[in-house]
């Protein structure tokens, strides 16, 4: 199946971060910032809602890699967006750019790859891996 996802479509997703969302909580880390795991999920969602408008009933995408830095530190309070562009599409594989600035300015930024699966067949063969 063919899926005629545009180039260069953007969309974001935000988050006010609370303690469960902190480094010390998730045990990433010892402080109660904004953990780097949580930066990249949000950064997945905002990539994930990028395509799925284009997707038909019974297919969405799945993460399969992610090279993202975490530049700066948000506090307990701080709101957070996150942005993703699709950038490059090779059949089902799809490449997106993606930032997350706080109320200070740019935390994060890099790059995250999703490949498109029809939900049935994904999870049918995950059945013999149970």
Do not use: C
Not at 8 to 34: F, M, P, Y
């Amino acid at each position: 199946m063919e899926f005629l996802i545009p180039l260069n479509v953007t969309a974001s997703r935000s988050l006010l971060v609370e303690k469960a969302h902190s480094a010390k909580e998730i045990g990433s880390g010892d402080i109660d910032v904004l953990a780097t795991p949580m930066l990249i999920a949000l950064m997945e969602a905002a990539a994930m809602a990028v395509v799925q408008t284009y997707l038909t009933p019974g297919w969405t995408t799945v993460g399969t890699r992610v090279d993202i830095e975490h530049l700066r530190a948000t506090p307990l309070g701080g709101k957070v967006t996150a942005e993703a562009t699709l950038v490059k599409r090779e059949n089902r594989l799809l490449e997106f750019e993606v930032n997350a600035h706080d109320n200070f300015g740019l935390i994060g930024q890099g790059r995250h790859q999703r490949f498109i699966i029809n939900e049935e067949k994904f999870l049918k063969k995950l059945q013999g891996k149970a």
